[in-house]
C-alpha cells in the first residue's frame, strides 16, 4: 500500500475533419470548446461544473425525519448528521410532523414550515418523491434520498425512478441518490497537508478501503457516494473535483454510467485541468455487468467500448480497489516527471531480474546506464555485479555510507526519472539503513522514488515509520501495483502535455456531404450496397468504379465502360453476405462471361427469394490489404467508430480498435497501432507499404459522417477496404448502411 504521513510529492498541486468529401483530406478543423457550444448533431461540447460547494458546506441542513429514538435506524443517521454539520458550521433543522424536538433541537412539523429556505436536505423517509415537490417549493438547493427501491430493483422501481427525477428536473433542487448512503458525511482528518484524493462510489462499501488510506496519511478531501444518479451523477462530481486547487487526483469506482456523454465531457475537463482520473469500472464480464446493473440500476456499456473512452480521454482503468489506491495516491502527489527512464535499484540481482520483467513487460522503459555512471557505481559496487540497470548493489553496500551514495548516483543521471527499490522482505539492519536512505534521498531530489515493501507483515518499524512516515517515498506493498501506479504516473503526464480536446475537433456545422448523404437515407432500413457506396461516394471515400444495372445487355455495355476485368454482385437492400449465396463473380473478362454471370446472379437470388434492385458491374481492385472501417451505436455513448482487419478476418481475427467520436488524426493513427495485425500495413513477406494515410483519412471521414448522420444512420460496415501500396489509396469494396 503506497502511503505517507505528511507533506506532498509535489511543489505545487498541478500545473493548471472537415470530411465533406469534396477536399483533397478530411481534417476536422475545430477551436476551443467554451460553455453553451454543441457540435454538429446538438450535443454539448463543454462540461459545465456544478456549484456544488453548498452541498458538501452548507450553511443550514434540514433532516427530514429526524429522529432520536434509541435503537432506530434513523436516529443514528441524524446523530451522524449533527456531529457531521457542528464540524463543517452548519445549522441543522429536524423535520419531524410529531416531535417537538429532536436531540433537544426544536423540530418544524414539515419543509413548508422552514423559516428560511436550507441549503441541504437529507430525506430519511422510504418515499421522497412528496418531499422533493415541497423542497423545490421551499428554496431547497440541494438534498439527499437515502430510500431504496427504486432502479436497482427492476421495472416498476425504474419507472418510481424516473419519476423521482421529472420531480427534481421540475422543482431545480439537485438530488443526490436515491439509494445512497452517508459516505458524503464523513469525518475526514483535518492533520494531513498536500494534494489531496477526492472519491467517487457507486456502492459506499466498495469506497472503504479508500477511506482508510487516511490512516497511512493520504489526504482525502472529499466522498461523493452517488447510488442511482437519479439526478447528480459521477460525471457531476468529476467535473466539480476537477476544479477544486486542493484536489490532486479524483478516485472513481463506477458501476454502470448513467450517460456516457456526461462522463467523457467530465474526463474531458479534468484532462483540460490536468488531474488524474483513476477508476474501477465493473462489468467486464457478463456476470459483472449483471451485478452492476443490479446494483445500481444503470447500464454498464459495451467493455470494449468504455475501456476505448476512458483511453481516449485519459481515465486510468484499473481492475482492483487496491490498485485503485496505490494510483490514485500516487498520481495525486508526485511531481511531473524529469525523464521516462525507470531504474530498478536492489540488493538481489534475483529481485531485480523479477521487478525489471514485470516492468518492461508493462511498457516501462529501462534505460541501460552508460560505460561512464556504471564505472561511478562500480567505486561502491563490486565488479563482478550488474549495475546496468537492473542495478544490483550485492547487500553489503546498503548497511553503510555506500548505500546513499549509489542511490544520489543512480538519481543524478539525466536519464533517469523513476527509482524503483523492491524490498522484498525486512533484514534488519540492513533493510532499516536502506529504508532511511531511500527516504533521505528523496527528500534531496524532484525525481519520484518508489519503494515496494514486500513483508506480509507491515508492522516493521521501517515500514510503518521511516517509509511511510516520509513525505516523499512512494511506498507500495506489491511489484504488481507498483508497476501500474508508476506505468499511469508516466502515461498521464504524457498524455496532459499534449492534450487537446477532441471537443475542440469536433464539427460545429454539417458540411456540403451531410446534405447529399440525408437524401439518399431510407428511415428504418437497410441500404443496398450500391446505395450504401453512394453514401461513401458522397463523403469522399472512395468506391469502384461501376454501374448498376438490370439486365445481361445493361451488363456488358457497363463492362465495358467500367474496363475489364469486372467484378459482378447481387444488390439488394436485405442482402448480406453475397459470397456464402453465390452472388458474386470475379474476374470476369469477356462480354460471354458477363452474360453468363448476369444470368447466375439473378437466377440464385430468385432460387433464394431475394429481391433485388440490380446487379453491380464493378471495378476489378488490385491486391491490398483488406481492412474493415465501420460505426455501430453504443446505448451509452452513441456513435462509435471500429476499424481493424477486414475480408475473413474480422469473424477469425476480432483485431479491432473503437473511439467515440469526435477525435482527429492523431487519435484514427493510435487505433491502428493497437491491431495486432498492424504489421500486415507495414509490409510483410515481400509485400509493399499499405497506404496508411489514406487509410487514417477514411477513418476520418467515417467518424464525420457518424457524427452528422448519428440521427439517421444506425450501423455502416464497409468491409473490405482494400489498402493499396502507399500512394496509391483505399478503396471500399462493399458496403452496408442501416438507417435509424
Not at 546498503?398 to 536519464?415: N, Q
Request: include cysteine.
Amino acid at each position: 500500500m503506497l502511503g505517507s504521513t505528511h507533506g506532498t510529492f509535489t511543489t505545487g498541486l498541478r500545473a493548471r475533419v472537415d470530411a465533406c468529401g469534396e477536399s483533397p483530406r478530411a481534417t476536422v478543423h475545430g477551436h476551443a470548446a467554451a460553455p453553451g457550444d454543441r457540435d454538429v448533431s446538438g450535443r454539448e461540447l463543454y462540461a459545465a461544473v456544478p456549484d456544488l460547494n453548498r452541498f458538501f458546506r452548507p450553511r443550514s441542513v434540514a433532516v427530514v425525519g429526524a429522529s432520536d429514538t434509541e435503537g432506530r435506524p434513523r436516529t443514528g443517521i441524524t446523530r451522524q448528521l449533527l456531529a457531521w454539520a457542528e464540524r463543517v458550521g452548519a445549522e441543522l433543522v429536524p423535520v419531524h410532523p410529531t416531535r417537538a424536538a429532536v436531540f433537544g433541537i426544536d423540530c418544524v412539523r414539515s419543509v413548508k414550515e422552514l423559516a428560511e429556505p436550507v441549503d441541504l436536505a437529507v430525506l430519511l423517509v422510504a418515499d421522497p418523491l412528496p418531499v422533493v415537490e415541497e423542497l423545490g417549493e421551499a428554496g431547497v438547493r440541494f438534498a439527499v434520498a437515502f430510500a431504496s427501491g427504486f432502479a436497482e430493483t427492476g421495472a416498476s422501481g425504474a419507472a418510481a425512478q424516473q419519476r423521482l427525477a421529472e420531480a427534481v428536473r421540475r422543482t431545480g433542487i439537485r438530488l443526490l441518490g436515491p439509494n445512497t448512503n452517508l459516505n458524503a458525511f464523513e469525518r475526514f482528518r483535518d492533520d494531513l497537508v498536500g494534494p489531496a484524493v477526492a472519491l467517487v462510489t457507486q456502492s459506499g462499501h466498495q469506497g472503504r478501503p479508500l477511506f482508510a488510506l487516511q490512516e497511512l496519511g493520504v489526504r482525502l478531501s472529499h466522498w461523493a457516494p452517488t447510488g442511482n444518479e437519479a439526478d447528480l451523477e459521477t460525471a457531476d462530481f468529476i467535473s466539480y473535483f476537477a476544479s477544486l486547487p486542493e484536489v490532486g487526483a479524483i478516485a472513481a469506482y463506477v458501476e454502470g454510467l448513467k450517460d456516457g456523454r456526461s462522463f467523457l465531457l467530465a474526463a474531458d475537463r479534468a484532462a483540460r485541468e490536468g488531474v488524474p482520473v483513476v477508476a474501477v469500472k465493473v462489468g467486464r464480464t457478463e456476470t459483472g455487468a449483471r451485478t452492476a446493473a443490479s446494483h445500481t440500476g444503470k447500464l454498464t456499456g459495451a467493455d470494449r467500448v468504455v475501456d476505448a473512452a476512458m483511453r481516449q480521454f485519459g481515465v486510468i482503468r484499473v481492475d482492483g480497489l487496491d490498485q485503485l489506491q496505490d494510483t490514485a495516491t500516487l498520481l495525486a502527489r508526485a511531481r511531473a516527471p524529469l525523464a521516462e527512464g525507470v531504474v530498478v535499484h536492489s540488493i538481489s540481482g534475483g529481485t531485480g531480474a523479477h521487478f525489471a520483467d514485470l516492468a518492461t513487460a508493462a511498457g516501462l522503459t529501462l534505460p541501460t546506464l552508460d560505460a561512464a555512471k556504471q564505472d561511478e557505481l562500480h567505486q561502491w559496487i563490486p565488479a563482478y555485479l550488474d549495475v546496468s540497470n537492473p542495478v544490483d548493489n550485492g547487500g553489503h553496500p546498503v548497511g553503510d555510507e555506500r548505500g546513499r551514495k549509489i542511490i544520489d548516483a543512480i538519481l543524478a543521471d539525466p536519464s533517469v526519472g523513476v527509482l524503483i527499490c523492491p524490498i522484498t522482505g525486512p533484514f534488519p539492519p540492513m533493510s532499516d539503513r536502506l529504508a532511511q536512505d531511500l527516504v533521505a534521498a528523496a527528500e534531496a531530489t524532484d525525481k519520484l522514488v518508489c519503494v515496494v515493501w514486500g513483508s506480509p507483515v507491515g508492522t516493521e518499524d521501517a515500514y510503518r515509520t521511516t517509509l511511510l512516515g516520509s513525505s516523499r517515498v512512494a511506498t507500495f506493498r506489491t511489484f504488481g501495483n507498483c508497476v501500474g501506479a508508476v506505468k499511469a504516473y508516466l502515461d498521464h503526464h504524457r498524455f496532459t502535455a499534449g492534450y487537446r480536446s477532441p471537443f475542440d475537433e469536433a464539427p460545429r456545422t454539417p458540411s456540403p456531404s451531410f446534405r447529399k448523404a440525408r437524401a439518399l437515407m431510407r428511415p428504418g432500413q437497410r441500404l443496398s450496397e450500391h446505395a450504401a457506396k453512394q453514401l461513401l461516394r458522397a463523403y469522399g471515400v472512395r468506391v469502384p468504379r461501376e454501374q448498376l444495372v438490370t439486365s445481361a445487355a445493361a451488363a456488358v455495355r457497363a463492362a465495358g465502360l467500367v474496363g475489364y476485368p469486372v467484378v459482378m454482385k447481387a444488390s439488394g437492400a436485405r442482402l448480406a453476405h453475397k459470397t456464402e449465396l453465390g452472388l458474386v463473380k470475379v474476374g470476369l473478362t469477356s462480354a460471354s462471361q458477363v452474360r453468363d454471370a448476369y444470368r447466375d446472379l439473378t437466377d440464385i437470388a430468385r432460387y433464394e427469394g431475394i429481391d433485388l434492385d440490380g446487379v453491380l458491374v464493378c471495378q476489378m481492385v488490385g491486391r491490398g490489404v483488406e481492412m474493415v472501417v465501420g460505426v455501430t451505436r453504443d446505448d451509452l455513448f452513441g456513435p462509435t467508430v471500429t476499424v481493424g482487419l477486414g475480408g475473413v478476418l474480422v469473424e477469425v481475427m476480432d483485431d479491432t480498435a473503437v473511439r467515440v467520436p469526435p477525435f482527429g488524426e492523431r487519435e484514427a493513427r493510435s487505433m491502428l497501432d493497437e491491431l495486432r495485425g498492424r504489421a500486415l500495413l507495414d509490409g510483410v513477406r515481400g509485400a509493399p507499404p499499405a497506404d496508411v494515410d489514406a487509410l487514417v483519412e477514411v477513418v476520418l471521414r467515417v467518424q464525420r459522417m457518424a457524427l452528422e448522420l448519428d440521427g439517421d444512420l444506425s450501423e455502416l460496415d464497409i468491409n473490405p477496404l482494400m489498402v493499396l501500396p502507399r500512394g496509391q489509396g483505399a478503396v471500399a469494396l462493399d458496403a452496408l448502411a442501416v438507417c435509424r
